[in-house]
């Protein structure tokens, strides 16, 4: 009996996940392979660095639940407009990008050599979407952004002075 709740809550989350994302195609598959394998290597290249913090992890959970509710935002849209799919796969195409870049440069990180070209890609896209140097983004989220950067910043370095201590 409980097997079959299980199943059949699994059925009912997964029918309404596919609905609101427009559907599990090749693209929000390779979304959520890109999503995953960047918390992944972002998690691999802070233990490798030493900068492991539970607290960054779950906000980067958060961080990415949160894609996915942009996605099915977009696909609403489209939705209302006559479901031809442009907000939503502009909007997976951007997040592709996004978690690509962030993958290659959290293997950077863990010091695995990367070609120049790759590095320089990572550079630009880093200098076009940090909170304090792009005031276009939504500007309600940037103290927060900004929190949690100086909070990971504080608690690094208080790490490091236990470590000498």
């Not at 809550?9 to 598959?29: E, Q």
């Not at 910043?153 to 208080?158: C, L, Q, S």
Request: proline content about 4%; aromatic content about 6%; some cysteine.
């Amino acid at each position: 009996m409980g097997e079959h709740i299980i199943k059949g809550t699994a059925a009912a989350v997964g029918a309404v996940v596919g609905c609101l994302l427009g559907g599990l195609n090749v693209m929000v598959t390779l979304l959520l392979v890109l999503i995953i394998v960047d918390w992944a290597t972002g998690l691999a290249a802070a233990w490798v660095r030493g900068e492991l913090r539970s607290r960054v992890g779950y906000f980067g959970i958060v961080r990415k639940a949160a894609i996915f509710v942009v996605v099915a935002v977009a696909h609403l849209v489209d939705q209302a407009l006559g479901d031809l799919h442009m907000f939503r796969d502009a909007v997976i195409f951007f997040y592709l990008a996004n978690e690509l870049l962030s993958v290659i440069e959290n293997v950077g990180k863990m010091g695995v050599p990367m070609p120049p070209i790759l590095r320089d890609a990572v550079r630009i896209f880093e200098s076009r979407t940090k909170p304090e140097e792009n005031p276009q983004l939504i500007p309600e989220a940037q103290p927060e952004i900004v929190k949690a950067d100086k909070a990971e910043e504080n608690a690094a370095a208080e790490a490091e002075e236990n470590k000498t201590a």
